[in-house]
């Protein structure tokens, strides 16, 4: 299967400045990649799909002006938490494969807001 | 959209017993997936089962599509079977829904 990684695998940051979590496919080019993010205790929830070349897909709900994707590789995409607030403190996982019956996660990043 | 309920939510056991988790979905899907998130968040699928039963050493599963539920068998616990066990199914090409999970706990 695909390896996926995530960087930073965990991040700290004061309230209001932004945070870049990358999600990198090593080993597979990913035209389309997922970012979920997970609060404690709690299942994994689809935040949007990030298409390489285009614009991302956002879930309902989801701010596109606060949580900036960016996908200009087939092996780079990015999550941009802007303007960070304590309720943004979560567990952001990425995804890739090859439809949704062959998904490859990445690590995840936990993201603590002060 | 699609609905996914696991269940129990919580389960404690002693090293060496066995469990059956459960996964009820709300309509008819192609594909489901089992995953077994470890304690430091990282996810690995253990089983895409879509119908039928499958093992893989001391795991099994089975899907009865026509009845919309998955159980998950894991016999002989281990304390590094700790974590926390997802289904989902796909919405969609790509999408997947996931269930709320079961949280095991194995003590030793």
């Known amino acids: 299967g695909a390896v996926v990684s995530q960087h930073p695998s965990w991040v700290i940051c004061k309230s209001g400045t932004s945070v870049k979590i990358e999600c990198r496919s090593l080993?597979?080019?990913?035209?389309?990649m997922f970012w979920y993010r997970q609060f404690p205790k709690q299942s994994l929830m689809l935040m949007a799909t990030?298409?390489?070349?285009?614009?991302?897909?956002?879930e309902q709900g989801v701010e596109k002006d606060k949580f900036l994707i960016n996908h200009a590789s087939l092996t780079l995409s990015t999550l941009t938490v802007t303007s960070a607030h304590p309720e943004d403190s979560s567990f952001y996982i990425c995804?890739?494969?090859?439809?949704?019956?062959?998904?490859?996660f990445g690590p995840g990043t936990r993201l603590t807001v002060l | 959209g699609i609905q996914v309920e696991q269940s129990p939510p919580d389960l404690i056991l002693q090293e060496g017993a066995n469990s059956t988790l459960r996964c009820n979905f709300s309509d008819s899907v192609n594909n489901l997936q089992w995953f077994h998130q470890n304690p430091w968040g990282q996810l690995i699928n253990l089983f895409y089962i879509p119908s039928g039963t499958k093992q893989n050493g001391r795991l099994s599963a089975t899907t009865v599509a026509t009845e919309r539920y998955s159980l998950l068998y894991i016999s002989s616990s281990q304390t590094t079977d700790s974590g926390v066990y997802f289904c989902a199914v796909p919405q969609g090409a790509q999408k997947l829904v996931f269930g709320q999970g079961t949280r095991l706990t194995i003590n030793p």
């Open positions: 990030s298409n390489e070349g285009s614009k991302a897909t956002y």
């Open positions: 080993d597979f080019q990913a035209t389309t």
């Open positions: 995804s890739t494969g090859r439809g949704a019956n062959t998904q490859y």
